[in-house]
């Protein structure tokens, strides 16, 4: 059941790898909560590893660590990934994740129109009233091929961002900013070095840049 099936990932160190994880067919509605994604990192787990799971169509985020977290000396895992043909952000980290390595990920879905994702392809996102998102790196990765998403979205503390690549993206390749309209905190300490951005800002509509700062307030 796409409305309410997901993979939930708990506990101290655990591994989730090897595996490829679908939840709906493609052309369905998309949905919003945490047990509506594919693989759903718990609020609380420790230095979890994700690692070789290929996840797609999602009616919502294709991996979701909900407050999920690592530590400065033994940093939780996303690694090896292919995830694609969400309805939401292929990767999403919320609700004070932190100490997360995000590598070697691929979001493109080799590019194919019914394998774009719904949303941005890495994003961390800090709500307003959450602890921040913290300590999140994001590298040697691909994303892009989205529908009015970016292609990694950065909105926490200590971040960093390097030796990625995206290509095809409606919004931004790479932002860096508070957003009103989705009543997000704000970005703070965030390094962002040697990326390449390909084709960013295709709905002109958005008007973004291939790397977007910004905010309000």
């Not at 931004?172 to 390094?191: C, F, H, L, W």
């Amino acid at each position: 059941d796409s409305t309410k099936s997901s993979i939930r990932i708990s506990g101290t160190k655990p591994v989730f790898r090897d595996m490829i994880v679908s939840s709906m067919s493609a052309g369905q509605t998309r949905m919003f909560a945490p047990e509506q994604c594919n693989v759903q990192i718990l609020e609380g787990c420790d230095r979890f590893t994700i690692s070789n799971v290929w996840c797609y169509y999602a009616r919502c985020t294709g991996i979701h660590s909900n407050g999920g977290k690592g530590t400065a000396t033994e940093p939780a895992r996303i690694i090896n990934c292919k995830v694609f043909g969400t309805l939401a952000d292929s990767i999403h980290m919320t609700r004070s994740s932190a100490y997360i390595d995000v590598s070697m990920c691929d979001t493109t879905g080799g590019m194919a129109a019914v394998y774009k994702s719904g949303d941005d392809g890495i994003a961390v996102v800090t709500y307003a009233g959450q602890f921040p998102c913290h300590h999140i790196r994001i590298f040697n990765n691909k994303t892009g091929n989205t529908y009015h998403g970016r292609g990694i979205c950065l909105i926490g503390e200590d971040l960093e961002c390097y030796n990625n690549t995206t290509d095809t993206t409606d919004g931004a390749g790479i932002i860096i900013t508070s957003e009103k309209s989705n009543n997000t905190g704000n970005p703070r300490r965030v390094t962002v070095r040697n990326n390449v951005v390909y084709r960013s800002g295709q709905d002109t509509v958005k008007n973004q840049a291939g790397i977007h700062i910004g905010g309000y307030g």
